[in-house]
């Protein structure tokens, strides 16, 4: 089993930047990628980011050059670098993870909310 735990949201102005952190405890051997997601008030949630096992990384066509998945193998965190941030990047944003065990997203963190003003 794997937990998840983000923090680093906030209210920020547009064209600001946040850094979120998505940290894993438990079996983190067994996690092979781990994504960002977010979910805006009457929308449905949206992939943002994912890192693979290898390193491999891929972003949703709105956030691609503004947005920078990373992580820390030392510290079981992956990272969200948003830069350029705009109104429409308001949203709870979530992390969760596939596994060995499991092709479809799970585990999901309990999310942290990014608020930008315009």
């Known amino acids: 089993q794997v937990q998840l735990v983000e923090s680093g949201g906030g209210l920020v102005q547009a064209g600001g930047s946040l850094r979120l952190s998505c940290v894993a405890f438990?079996?983190?051997?067994?996690?092979?990628?781990v994504g960002w997601f977010r979910q805006a008030p009457g929308k449905q949630r949206e992939v943002v980011a994912t890192?693979?096992?290898?390193?491999?990384?891929d972003y949703t066509d709105s956030v691609r050059g503004r947005f920078t998945i990373s992580r820390d193998n030392a510290k079981n965190t992956v990272y969200l670098q948003m830069n350029s941030l705009k109104a429409e990047d308001t949203a709870v944003y979530y992390c969760a993870v596939r596994t060995i065990l499991s092709t479809a997203y799970g585990n999901w963190g309990q999310g942290t909310q990014v608020t930008v003003s315009s």
């Open positions: 890192i693979t096992r290898s390193g491999n990384v």
């Open positions: 438990g079996n983190i051997f067994t996690i092979n990628t």
